[in-house]
């Protein structure tokens, strides 16, 4: 059965810059006023951070509260590929992964662990009346390493692997399990989720292409080489055509997902074991978490532990593109993009329901696009909600963007509690909501999930800031319906693109309900050549794949468009294996883009002297008229011995 997914929610920025503050053309969001509320009745890890403005805590009486245990384990192989590792070079890889903590391979296992999370979190199936099972929250992952690391062949690919063993347990309330699956039902009860693994979790996209990911419900370009765990679907087949309900919808893969992991990584097989346990009151404290605003209603806060990261790339803007349309960007051409995630948690008791949204365009009623809350996007082909949240970079109170959602959706389970379900309805777009204790969350390779920073100066360092629902326009309370269960609406000052009145549905908001609804740290912004490809690589990431830890060479050559182009590179002799990128330039900026490897003109290593030829880059528009390229370049294991690349001029 396919199983649909998830959110976007592009951020539209139209940019100017005031003295080194970016600003943008749109005044801060109303504010709700109190007596309103009783008539109504969101890569770098900053270390500068602001806190969240808190709202109290609730603490139920959990010894009052009956609940459920369900124990997670899963045995499962991980490894680094060394396939894309010159032979020459392979064993002094070896040599250091043999002598890895086993910290390294706790990271690597948790990285497999994660692609598990798009099939559990969006599992459902009214056939068999299955619902989703999610993973317990990582902070209580226990990983336990097998022996020691090997070297070892698998489905013909030299690897250095290691066995591992996953657990953790679900804390949730008592009816859930037997919920989410029927074999959980009763204490003793197991079940059993099949999944095939890379062996090496790293480059997935860079290796399989989209055999492996499922794009349902995501606009076209969603796809984000970094964040493939988002994307990761291992029944992902080949399809009879692109659609945006099936996997594929931007190319069309040739094999299935388990024949290329087959083919370019090597695979592994793993079970994912759900147990329900006996009831135990002192397990569940132990691993009981999250914590509750809002004991009579729902309640958004932002999630900062996926908002405090961020990066910075370039991106090209065509003069069509909605990110123009919508206001994601200054411009087009190329712009400069500070990119960060967002999350929303419910830490309230009760869901935050949107309810129907006709996503799919069938010209069904929808209550909400009728009271102007969502509004067709001709451009995207489907309904925004322009009253989401709001992004803003620096100080002033004007210096501010608005963040257009569409399809608001739990993608995890963040709480671990009694009064958190392990299932919810909001299982595709149509149906929108917001369970308790899940997130709503936001990767920062989406769409306009980014701030235009093209023209604001460089090695400052400004406050980024995050709100949720800013207008309030999603309900952080108890609603307020008729007798017969409807949704009522009241006026605001607020208009939709067209000019037609927005109305926002009533709601007793509980108090101080803005109080916890933004989030903010400190960003630097760094120099014009600096990007996410050119930071510091984390440990484990090796080769020509990466997209990290190179050095951008800013010096441009000209070449014809639309020619090959070979150009000859050497380091000089008795040099470590370097690593050479080609990536396109840009004539407007007089520089070269730091381009990722699925963008990249060319890739190759270098230990002597080399041959790298390429199609030289065409017009982009009247003025990006191509014709011209630079090229990065690193050594062939970050932070490994570097060496001088140069690279002749190309004929």
């Not at 804390?171 to 003793?188: F, I, N, W, Y």
């Not at 990761?232 to 299935?256: F, I, W």
């Not at 000019?499 to 903010?520: I, L």
Request: net charge negative; with cysteine.
């Amino acid at each position: 059965m396919r199983r649909p997914y998830l959110f976007i929610a592009p951020v539209c920025t139209l940019v100017i810059i005031l003295a080194g503050v970016l600003v943008f053309h749109r005044k801060r969001p109303h504010q709700l006023a109190q007596n309103e509320h009783s008539s109504a009745s969101a890569v770098y890890q900053s270390s500068h951070v602001s806190s969240i403005h808190s709202t109290p805590a609730y603490e139920p009486d959990w010894d009052s509260i009956p609940g459920a245990l369900v124990r997670v384990g899963m045995k499962s192989k991980v490894g680094v590929l060394l396939d894309d590792i010159p032979e020459k070079d392979r064993q002094t890889l070896v040599d250091s992964l043999l002598l890895k903590e086993k910290t390294f391979w706790q990271e690597k296992a948790k990285r497999q662990i994660h692609l598990t999370s798009l099939r559990l979190s969006y599992r459902n199936d009214p056939k068999t009346g299955t619902k989703q099972l999610p993973l317990p929250p990582e902070e209580i992952w226990q990983i336990a390493i097998h022996g020691d690391p090997v070297r070892q062949n698998i489905n013909g690919h030299d690897t250095v692997m290691v066995g591992y063993e996953f657990s953790g347990i679900l804390l949730t309330d008592e009816q859930s399990p037997g919920e989410s699956e029927p074999a959980l039902r009763t204490v003793g009860g197991t079940w059993k989720e099949s999944f095939w693994f890379p062996v090496d979790p790293e480059f997935i996209f860079q290796r399989t292409g989209f055999a492996c990911m499922n794009e349902s419900e995501f606009p076209p370009g969603s796809m984000d080489a970094e964040e493939s765990d988002l994307f990761y679907d291992d029944r992902c087949t080949v399809e009879k055509k692109l659609s945006n309900t099936g996997c594929h919808q931007t190319a069309m893969p040739d094999e299935s997902c388990v024949q290329v992991l087959d083919m370019h990584v090597g695979k592994v097989e793993a079970n994912m074991v759900f147990e329900r346990l006996a009831w135990n009151r002192q397990t569940a404290s132990e691993v009981r978490r999250g914590h509750i605003t809002n004991p009579d209603g729902a309640d958004l806060e932002p999630y900062a532990e996926e908002f405090r990261q961020h990066r910075f790339t370039y991106k090209y803007i065509p003069e069509n593109s909605c990110t123009l349309e919508e206001q994601c960007v200054g411009g087009s051409g190329w712009r400069r993009l500070l990119q960060f995630p967002t999350a929303d948690v419910n830490a309230g008791l009760k869901p935050l329901d949107i309810g129907f949204v006709d996503y799919f365009l069938k010209n069904k009623r929808s209550v909400v696009s009728e009271h102007g809350v969502f509004e067709f996007s001709a451009c995207h082909q489907h309904y925004h909600f322009s009253h989401y949240g709001t992004f803003s970079l620096g100080e002033e109170s004007n210096a501010i963007s608005h963040k257009n959602g569409f399809c608001l959706q739990p993608t995890a389970r963040l709480a671990n509690n009694e009064v958190s379900p392990l299932h919810h309805p909001y299982t595709d777009c149509l149906n929108q909501g917001v369970a308790p204790g899940w997130i709503d969350e936001y990767k920062m390779g989406l769409e306009c999930q980014w701030i235009d920073i093209s023209d604001v100066k460089t090695g400052q360092d400004l406050p980024l800031s995050f709100t949720t629902n800013p207008d309030g326009l999603l309900c952080e309370g108890t609603p307020i319906v008729n007798a017969k269960g409807e949704q009522l609406f009241q006026p605001t000052p607020f208009k939709t693109a067209k000019g037609e009145p927005v109305d926002r549905p009533q709601c007793n908001f509980y108090a101080d309900w803005q109080k916890n609804n933004t989030d903010s740290y400190v960003v630097h912004i760094p120099e014009k050549a600096d990007s996410y490809i050119t930071d510091t690589c984390r440990d484990g990431l090796y080769g020509l794949l990466r997209n990290c830890g190179f050095t951008n060479r800013r010096a441009t050559s000209e070449c014809q468009p639309g020619k090959k182009v070979t150009m000859r590179c050497h380091v000089p002799s008795g040099s470590p294996t370097q690593t050479v990128r080609v990536c396109e330039a840009s004539r407007v900026l007089q520089a070269g883009i730091p381009c990722t490897y699925n963008d990249a003109l060319a890739s190759k290593t270098v230990d002597a002297e080399i041959d790298i030829s390429f199609i030289c880059p065409s017009a982009r528009d009247s003025r990006e008229t191509g014709g011209s390229y630079s090229f990065l370049s690193g050594p062939l294991i970050p932070g490994g011995p570097s060496a001088e690349v140069t690279c002749d001029a190309g004929l």
